[in-house]
Nanobody
Framework: QVQLVESGGGLVQAGGSLRLSCAAS????????MGWYRQAPGKQRELVATITRGGTTNYADSVKGRFTISRDNAKNTAYLQMNSLKPEDTAVYYC??????????????WGQGTQVTVSS
C-alpha cells in the first residue's frame, strides 16, 4: 500500500519557524515531483512549493524567500522549511507526490494533511 505520511505541523508564533516532512512508503519504484499545498478555512487548496527529482524548485509568490523545499531521494522524503511565519500561513498543509510503481505507471498521491497555526 502506497502512502504519504506528513509530520512537523504545530502551533508557532509569528516570526517563528517550522519544518514539515513528507515520507513516501510502499511499493514504489521511483518518486518523481513532490510538492506541498495548503488549504486555509474557507479557501481553495493552493500550491506552496514543488521540487522535481533533480532538485528544480518552484514557489508560490507568497512564500518566496521564507520557505524552502528540499528532498532526500534515498529516503523518498520531502521537507518544507518554513521561516518568518505569518498568521496568513495558517492552514492545513498537504504533501503531494508523483509516484511510479514497478509497472512503470505514475499516479499522484496526497498525504493526510498536517495543521500549521501561526499566532499573532
Amino acid at each position: 500500500q502506497v502512502q504519504l505520511v506528513e509530520s512537523g505541523g504545530g502551533l508557532v508564533q509569528a516570526g517563528g519557524s517550522l519544518r514539515l516532512s513528507c515520507a513516501a512508503s510502499g511499493s514504489i519504484f521511483r518518486v518523481n515531483t513532490m510538492g506541498w499545498y495548503r488549504q486555509a478555512p474557507g479557501k481553495q487548496r493552493e500550491l506552496v512549493a514543488t521540487i522535481t527529482r533533480g532538485g528544480t524548485t518552484n514557489y508560490a509568490d507568497s512564500v518566496k524567500g521564507r520557505f524552502t523545499i528540499s528532498r532526500d531521494n534515498a529516503k523518498n522524503t520531502a521537507y518544507l522549511q518554513m521561516n518568518s511565519l505569518k498568521p496568513e500561513d495558517t492552514a492545513v498543509y498537504y504533501c503531494n507526490a508523483d509516484l511510479m510503481n514497478y509497472k512503470f505507471m505514475s499516479e499522484f498521491y496526497w498525504g493526510q494533511g498536517t495543521q500549521v497555526t501561526v499566532s499573532s
